[in-house]
């Protein structure tokens, strides 16, 4: 009886050391490695910026078994498009999205992408730029870790009225903003700048009669309510980055970091052309379901357009030397990147 009792005994301590043992070993990676990164958008949940942004989230907890944990603030809720630099470097945030055209003045070599190339598509303009950064590092992001950049697709005239020559635009007030206003200078408008946020109430308020940028924009952030023609003139991009914060980069464990530059360039390339994807869906529910007019600029009429936009890229590679910049190399890269 007592040999019998004191077997049972035994039994069952091994019994709840080896349960024990077991809850320790499946929970310990997740209690050990729980690393909670927040992530700063700057425009609204359903625009491209922020789909972009959900993916890698999902991507990253995937791949790190979720050892990594994202919370995103898409809508300017954690940075607004123009703190977000300084917010990141500065640890509000440890990961940010920012339009390197909000501050031109700022990111000299990668806004080169902006200049008037003939960059086709997001998905060229995209790996074009993050192979631009690669190859210069610039100066502009030594206080931050870049993890992927990417650009919205060529920009067209979005406005209330139509443009079908250069008269039609000459002294319209358009939304855009770095290297767009440029463009839209040049054609003769009325450039406003401001974040794509804020274009929805000047649009409202008719401060502006349209904008200048990438057509998915028709339908995500419904602009095709107001703006009844689209002329198409397929030119200029915005860069973009998503960078982080230094610190926090730094006390990432190896496996982690590794995650996330392999990441760089997959995370590129899928948003480039998830743009391009939604441009054509955009395109596509705009004439259907709002009566938008697409208006093609006859071939005389283009030339007169993209004459004046020549000066543009000479007027930049002057004043990128001054300041110490291989400007031409610069412009002969990209060239070079986008065939
Ligand atoms: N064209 C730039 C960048 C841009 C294009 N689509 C979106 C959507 C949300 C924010 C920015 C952008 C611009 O107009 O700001």
Redesign the pocket.
Known sequence: MVKRSFFSVLLTLFFLFTIVSCLFVFQAPAMAGTIDLNYAN??PAP???CVQMERWKVEVEKRTNGQVSIKTFPGGTLLGAKEMMDGVIAGQADIGNI?M??QPGRFIVTNATSLPLGIKDAKTGSLALLKLYEKYKPEAFKDVVVLTMFA?AP?NVMSKYPVKTLDDIKGMDLR??GG?AQILKAWGANPVGM???A?VEALQKGTVKG?F??L??MK??NFAEMCKYVTLTETGI?PFAVIMNKAKYASLPEDVKKVFMDLKEEQSLWTGTYMDEQIQKSIAWSKETQNVEFISLSAAEKAKWDGKLSFIIDDWIKTAKEKGLPAEDIVKDIKAFIQ
């Open positions: 700057f425009p625009t491209f910026p339009c055209a909000y919205n920009g855009a903003s767009a974040p794509m946020p274009t904008l940028s990438s998915e924009v995500d952030n915005y």
